[in-house]
């Protein structure tokens, strides 16, 4: 979605990420749980999922990353909406 958004529209932002966008008060104002998480941050916890072997911690780790998963999607959906409601006739 990100390449439409490019070709398309001039926003108030630095960066048009998923997050610059979706978070940003003006515009979608959607928030991630974990302000911490991210793209790299998601990579890391993967890769300590794969080599933790306590099973506690492990399945903490996985409900984090799902988390930040389904933040993704449900922000991916909502800068969907957004876009439709102001640039779609």
């Not at 990100?2 to 979706?22: A, F, M, N, R």
């Not at 790299?40 to 306590?54: A, I, L």
Request: charged letters at 30%; one cysteine or more; glycine letters at 6%.
């Amino acid at each position: 979605m990100q390449k439409p958004v490019l070709e398309s529209l001039v926003l108030p932002l630095q960066g048009y990420g998923l997050k610059d966008i979706c978070m940003h008060k003006d515009l979608v104002n959607f928030q991630w749980e974990d302000d911490d998480s991210g793209s790299q941050w998601s990579v890391v916890q993967f890769n300590r999922f794969f080599g933790e072997p306590d099973p506690a911690t492990k399945e903490s780790l996985k409900a984090d990353i799902l988390g930040y998963n389904r933040d993704d999607v449900i922000a991916t959906r909502r800068l969907e909406e957004w876009l439709r409601t102001n640039f779609i006739a």
